[in-house]
Antibody
C-alpha cells in the first residue's frame, strides 16, 4: 500500500525558511518521481516542481524558482522541500504526491506570521 | 501557461443522477509522444486530492467505474454515472503535457 506521510504543521516568521518532509512506503522510491503542490485554502492547486529520486534531477515551475528547493534521501525514502524567504503569500497547504498525482500526502499547513 | 477552464463551477445532484463536468484547455494537450496528459482528481472536504482518471480516459486503480473520462485536444469531460453520497467534493482537471503542470479552478459537487 502506497503511503506518503508529511511532517506536521509549521508556524514561521516572515523572512525565515522551513523544510517540509514526505516519508514514503509501499513502492520503490528510488526509481520514482515526487511532485510538490501548493494550495491556499478555498483555492485551486499549483504545481511547484518535481524531483526524480534516482538521480535528484529536478524541474520547477518558474513561479517557484528561488522559493522552493527539492531534495531526496533515498536511504530513508523521504523527499524534502525547502521554502525560503517566507512571506504571508507563502501561507498555504503543501502536498507531496507520487509522480503526477497517483498518491498524495495528507498535506501540511504552513502559516507565515509575525 | 496552459489555462484550464472548468464548467460548471458548482453542481448540485441527487443520488443516482448522472452528471458531467467540462474542462477546456487553452492549448492542445496532445503530446508529441501521442499521449494526452489530462487527469481528473477529486478532493473531498478536508482531504488530499485523489487521482480518478489519467490520460483522459484511464481509470485509476480502485476508482469505481461510475467515473469515466473522454475528450481530445482541448475539450474534455468527466462523467459520473449515478452519483453517490461519497462523491461530494471538488473535482479538478489537471494537465501535464505542457510545463508547468496546471489545474482547472475546480467544480464543486453538492449532494441534494
Amino acid at each position: 500500500q502506497v503511503k506518503l506521510q508529511q511532517s506536521g504543521a509549521e508556524l514561521v516568521k516572515p523572512g525565515a525558511s522551513v523544510k517540509l518532509s514526505c516519508k514514503t512506503s509501499g513502492y520503490t522510491f528510488s526509481t520514482s518521481y515526487m511532485s510538490w503542490f501548493k494550495q491556499i485554502p478555498g483555492q485551486s492547486i499549483e504545481w511547484i516542481g518535481m524531483i526524480y529520486a534516482g538521480d535528484g534531477g529536478t524541474g520547477y515551475n518558474q513561479k517557484f524558482k528561488g522559493k522552493a528547493t527539492l531534495t531526496v534521501d533515498t536511504s530513508s525514502s523521504t523527499a524534502y522541500m525547502d521554502l525560503s524567504s517566507l512571506t504571508t503569500e507563502d501561507s498555504a497547504v503543501y502536498f507531496c504526491a507520487r509522480g503526477l498525482g497517483a498518491g498524495w500526502g495528507q498535506g501540511v499547513m504552513v502559516t507565515v506570521s509575525s | 501557461d496552459v489555462v484550464l477552464t472548468q464548467t460548471p463551477p458548482t453542481l448540485s445532484a441527487t443520488i443516482g443522477q448522472s452528471v458531467s463536468i467540462s474542462c477546456r484547455s487553452s492549448q492542445s494537450l496532445l503530446d508529441s509522444d501521442g499521449d494526452t496528459y489530462l487527469n481528473w482528481l477529486l478532493q473531498r472536504p478536508g482531504q488530499s486530492p485523489q487521482l480518478l482518471i489519467y490520460s483522459v480516459s484511464n481509470l485509476e486503480s480502485g476508482v469505481p467505474n461510475r467515473f469515466s473520462g473522454s475528450g481530445s485536444e482541448t475539450d474534455f469531460t468527466l462523467k459520473i454515472s449515478g452519483v453517490e453520497a461519497e462523491d461530494l467534493g471538488v473535482y479538478y482537471c489537471m494537465q501535464a503535457t505542457h510545463a508547468p503542470l496546471t489545474f482547472g479552478s475546480g467544480t464543486k459537487l453538492e449532494i441534494k
